[in-house]
């Protein structure tokens, strides 16, 4: 099982950037998928999570401006981030709990990592 992350970049203040992260491998289900993100010095944060069914929740620095989407047929989530603000600039991971095939428990997988830069 990967996960795969990507789209991260430089982008200027008030400007937008798409994250995808792609789940492979022999995968039985996929239940949460979420985004998290470090920033240098700090802790690991939740910054949105979905459900299976679709139900999403924000960090509520991020409300309003970042949108998390997923498409179950393809085991990707992707994250949507407008008005990106300096403070936004982070390593942004992917997370999914993830059923492997051929087990009947569900763990947490973790994607690499990828950096979103906002500066001027």
């Known amino acids: 099982v990967q996960l795969q992350a990507s789209g991260g970049g430089l982008v200027q203040p008030g400007g937008s950037l798409t994250l995808s992260c792609q789940v492979s491998g022999n995968i039985g289900s996929v239940n949460s998928m979420a985004w998290y993100r470090q920033a240098p010095g700090k802790q690991r944060d939740m910054v949105a999570t979905?459900?299976?069914?679709?139900?999403?929740n924000y960090a509520d620095s991020v409300k309003g401006r970042f949108t998390i989407s997923r498409d179950n047929a393809k085991r990707q989530v992707a994250l949507q981030m407008d008005t990106l603000k300096p403070e936004d600039t982070a390593v942004y991971y992917c997370?999914?709990?993830?059923?492997?095939?051929?087990?009947?428990?569900?763990?947490?997988?973790w994607g690499q990592g990828t950096l979103v830069t906002v500066s001027s």
């Open positions: 979905i459900t299976r069914g679709g139900n999403t």
């Open positions: 997370k999914a709990e993830i059923q492997p095939m051929y087990t009947y428990t569900f763990r947490e997988y």
